[in-house]
């Protein structure tokens, strides 16, 4: 107890004299310690911390990828370096050869092959190259900065434009460094019209590109009479055509596509053949005569490229032969390879080799008539014994082959199994107009008559003339 009480007071005074340095050591001690620990801690820390970037992450240092892509051009920044660079541009046009590509075109205008290549890849986001043709005209564009010469080392490709289709133009432009993109621009076109009025005096298809018809156009014109006429035995000397028609141009008076034939006539031996155009109610066309028919008939009367017949008044040196007792069809000479057209609608009933006949078509029709082919060079492709063929459609095309002494087409038309004189057959046409069919085409009639009138009153008739005051008048 005493040495209780003694140590206890002893204590007691101890305790507070010295519980301060007594609890500033131990308080100092703790806090060494706890130096220790975070010491200890912290550089453990650092070091599992270089240890782990050591064995973890170095490795995966090289792993960041840098982007072969720039980066997306900033909006803000280009409209600023637009702003501060006005840029002065020339253009060089090339066009497209055989065996030819945009890549080969550029390079062959010196173009980087880095911008190129960009230029071309934002291209083919919104059009395939591979599509344009031959022929395809392409500007390539140079800027520099505003006030240098044109030779200025800053001078770079800037793009390149082209017309794909006659209504529209894709211009691929630069926006930056390597950055280029493609703006569409729709071409307004309007249309003029053009008339022909000329004497035959060798062949229809001379007479109409004569008068600067392109030869599509001449085409489609004769295709237009192969219902009603042989162009190879009905064509005479003085056989007068008429032609209106269209073209379309573009804002700089250019030509940029063929229009339509709006109306023609052929006057064939004194008869007049007269045509007029008309449009349905659905978008589509018809060619109708003054009474209001159809110019389609059931058969064609030239099944064959008319503008490709060797015909000339008096062939008679070429047997163009007729339709007699011992030759049971007509004779169309053409050079070989040009495009035989089925008759009419119908299925085929005969494809194949048929003795003197050569390669043979035969396809039946509606009314129990037929129509075969003879001396084919071959066939059109994927046509086969129970196809079905549309009016006009290419069959095949002329040749030689079976019992003929030269490339020529020979046309039979069948009644119920029997050879018939298709120059004897008169087939009605297709359809005729109704009563609001009719008076459609008697509006079309006035129209075309005032617009032929209009440009036949200049000083030659016979010249086909454009007429920039009727530029902007639409064809009904
Ligand atoms: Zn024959």
Do not use: C
């Amino acid at each position: 107890m005493n040495a209780d009480i003694n140590t206890a007071p002893q204590a007691v005074p101890q305790a507070q004299d010295q519980p301060v340095d007594a609890v500033l050591l131990a308080q100092q001690a703790r806090r060494r310690r706890a130096r220790l620990r975070f010491s200890i801690a912290a550089f453990a820390a650092v070091f599992s911390i270089g240890w782990l970037a050591q064995t973890m992450l170095a490795p995966e240092m090289p792993k960041p990828v840098l982007s072969a892509k720039p980066a997306p051009p900033h909006a803000a920044i280009q409209t600023q370096w637009a702003g501060l660079a006005p840029m002065q541009r020339s253009h060089a046009s090339d066009m497209l050869v055989s065996g030819d590509s945009l890549a080969a075109l550029l390079a062959r205008a010196g173009i980087n092959a880095v911008e190129a290549d960009a230029a071309l890849d934002a291209l083919r986001n919104e059009f395939d190259p591979r599509r344009l043709k031959v022929g395809q005209k392409v500007r390539i564009f140079t800027e520099w900065p505003a006030g240098a010469a044109a030779d200025t080392d800053a001078a770079r490709f800037a793009g390149f434009d082209f017309i794909p289709e006659p209504r529209q133009r894709l211009i691929v432009r630069r926006t930056s460094h390597l950055g280029f993109e493609v703006v569409k621009q729709v071409r307004p076109l309007s249309e003029r019209f053009f008339f022909t009025d000329t004497l035959v005096s060798s062949s229809v298809y001379e007479a109409a590109r004569g008068s600067g018809m392109s030869p599509n156009l001449v085409v489609e014109l004769i295709r237009l009479f192969s219902f009603s006429i042989d162009f190879q035995r009905d064509m005479r000397e003085g056989d007068q055509l008429e032609v209106l028609y269209t073209r379309r141009f573009d804002d700089n008076n250019q030509l940029a596509e063929e229009g339509d034939i709006v109306f023609a006539a052929l006057t064939n031996r004194g008869k007049r053949y007269a045509y007029w155009r008309l449009a349905h109610d659905d978008g589509s066309n018809g060619y109708y005569d003054d009474e209001g028919r159809s110019v389609s008939r059931l058969l064609m009367r030239t099944p064959v490229d008319g503008a490709r017949l060797s015909s000339r008044f008096g062939m008679r040196r070429h047997p163009i032969l007729g339709y007699t007792r011992l030759h049971r069809g007509l004779d169309f000479a053409a050079p070989r390879g040009t495009p035989i057209y089925a008759a009419g609608n119908g299925t085929i009933e005969a494809l194949g080799r048929n003795g003197d006949y050569g390669r043979y078509i035969r396809i039946r029709h509606r009314n129990g008539y037929a129509t075969a082919y003879a001396h084919m060079s071959r066939y059109a492709r994927r046509l086969k014994k129970g196809s079905e063929v549309r009016q006009g459609q290419v069959i095949g095309y002329v040749g030689a082959s079976g019992l003929a002494t030269g490339p020529h087409l020979h046309y039979e038309v069948l009644r119920h199994k029997k050879p018939v004189n298709p120059r004897d057959i008169n087939v009605p046409p297709q359809h005729a107009l109704e009563e609001a069919g009719l008076e459609k085409l008697r509006n079309a009639q006035t129209a075309i008559g005032a617009r032929i009138n209009a440009l036949a009153t200049n000083d030659n008739r016979l010249r086909s003339l454009p007429r920039r005051n009727l530029s902007t008048v639409q064809n009904r």
